[in-house]
Nanobody
Framework: QVQLVESGGGLVQAGGSLRLSCAAS????????MGWFRQAPGKEREFVAA????????YYANSVKGRFTVSRDNAKNTLYLQMNSLKPNDTAVYYC???????????????WGQGTQVTVSS
């Protein structure tokens, strides 16, 4: 069993930056690919970014490519999402997830955090 807890969300002006963290419990953290998803009010949850268990391979949604960076520190059991040049349409609840059952962007993961709110003002 893996428990995930996100932190680092908040209110930021357009053009600003935030760094989200996802702390994982369990000794198998380093075995799992992990991803970030987001859900804005009234919209479907969407893929944001993911990386392989080693962090050596990363994947991004086109909407965040070049602005967001996903990374992980397996020694600290923590996944990160550095978000730069934030836009109002990045406003959403951001979730981390572990152990995908399909492709990284499918949303079919075994473990999910509770989410952290990111609000970008114009």
């Amino acid at each position: 069993q893996v428990q995930l807890v996100e932190s680092g969300g908040g209110l930021v002006q357009a053009g600003g930056s935030l760094r989200l963290s996802c702390a994982a419990s369990g000794r198998t953290f380093s075995s799992y690919p992990m991803g970030w998803f987001r859900q804005a009010p009234g919209k479907e949850r969407e893929f944001v970014a993911a990386n392989s268990w080693s962090g050596g391979n990363t994947y991004y949604a086109n909407s965040v490519k070049g602005r967001f960076t996903v990374s992980r520190d397996n020694a600290k059991n923590t996944l990160y999402l550095q978000m730069n040049s934030l836009k109002p349409n990045d406003t959403a609840v951001y979730y981390c997830a572990a152990r995908p059952r399909g492709t990284y962007d499918s949303g079919n993961y075994d473990y999910w955090g509770q989410g952290t709110q990111v609000t970008v003002s114009s």
